[in-house]
Structure formats: C-alpha cells, structure tokens
C-alpha cells in the first residue's frame, strides 16, 4: 500500500464508501522544536506584527509527520481509512510543540448503487 491508498478526514463517513469494519483509535504524533534564531525573529513579529513564517514552517512540517505516522498505523492495523481525524497541539515546555492527529481506523467498501 502507498500513502495514497489511507484516506483521512474529519468527517464521520466517506462518501460512496462504506464502512465494513472498525479497527480502533489510532494516532499519529510529532514533536518539534524551535531554535533560537526563528524564536528571536518570531520575538520581533510578535513586537512589530506580523505571521511567523519560521513557526508557520515548523507547524507545518509537525502536521505533515504526524499525517504520516498516522497512514502507517492505519496501514499496520489493516485500515485503509480514518474517520472523524482532529489535531492537537499542546507545548511540552521552552521551545517544543507536540502535534497529535489522532481518529478512528476503518476498513471500506465503494458503495453500491
């Protein structure tokens, strides 16, 4: 299986699919962290205005491994969907963000007409 094949989203159904089986709740995590020179140009923005790009970048990059990690656990479990996925993002202390996808695994079917 490639990682097209596990589709994820938010919803609790896919259309023209049916649900055959329930595999359970699986999630997918990142930690990330920040160095020094995006925290004291992120600093900057904060004081002047702005978006952050270095943060935006790294969220970005915590949200991409843990869409990962979440298709291979869905993979190991024999699921070739998750339903109902949301993110969740807490700081682990100075300078680390823990990203969290989590949702349920499913096993599908095209529905018939």
Known sequence: M?????TIT???????????AYRGVISGE???GANVV??????I???VGGRSGSYEKKIE??????IADLEA????????AVVGATFDYEEMGEGML????????????????
């Open 30 to 32: 990142a930690v990330i």
């Open 73 to 80: 656990e869905a993979r190991e479990v024999g699921a070739d």
């Open 61 to 66: 990059t915590g949200r991409t491994e843990a």
């Open 2 to 6: 490639s990682d097209a094949d596990v």
């Open 45 to 47: 923005r904060d004081v």
């Open 10 to 20: 938010t919803t609790d159904s896919l259309e023209g699919r049916e649900i055959t």
């Open 38 to 43: 995006s925290d004291i140009a992120a600093g």
């Open 98 to 113: 823990w990203v969290n996808l989590s949702g349920t695994a499913v096993e599908t079917r095209r529905s018939s007409e």
